[in-house]
């Protein structure tokens, strides 16, 4: 059974930071590229970052370029979200994802995790 527990999310003030989690088990992990995804309330859930490890492909959306870093550590089978200089718009349900390859679209990916609140304060 695969799970995705993401894990890191809170109320944090504008300008601050967090690191978000994903741990991954019930598959193999280096079988599968890693992307989070966020969900406001009232909007449809969109991407924010992506890594397609195998062929060292890096996307973020254009809302967090600059600001947020991806990465994985495939020996404990998680992805990280690094997220600086959050804004009141980052406030959302953040989703990670697996994907065979990944895309920035959410019709790519397989399994999800439940996901983890993220609330930016002005």
């Known amino acids: 059974q695969v799970q995705l527990v993401e894990s890191g999310g809170g109320l944090v003030q504008v300008g601050g930071s967090l690191r978000l989690s994903c741990a991954a088990s019930g598959l193999t992990f280096t079988d599968y590229d890693m992307g989070w995804f966020r969900q406001a309330p009232g909007k449809e859930r969109e991407f924010v970052a992506a890594k397609n490890w195998r062929a060292g492909i890096i996307n973020y959306a254009d809302s967090v370029k600059g600001r947020f870093t991806i990465s994985r550590d495939n020996a404990k089978n998680t992805v990280y979200l690094q997220m600086n200089s959050l804004k009141p718009e980052d406030t959302a349900v953040y989703y990670c994802?697996?994907?065979?390859?990944?895309?920035?679209?959410?019709?790519?990916?397989?399994?999800w995790g439940l996901g983890t609140q993220v609330t930016v304060s002005s």
């Open positions: 994802a697996a994907a065979r390859l990944a895309t920035t679209s959410p019709v790519s990916y397989h399994y």
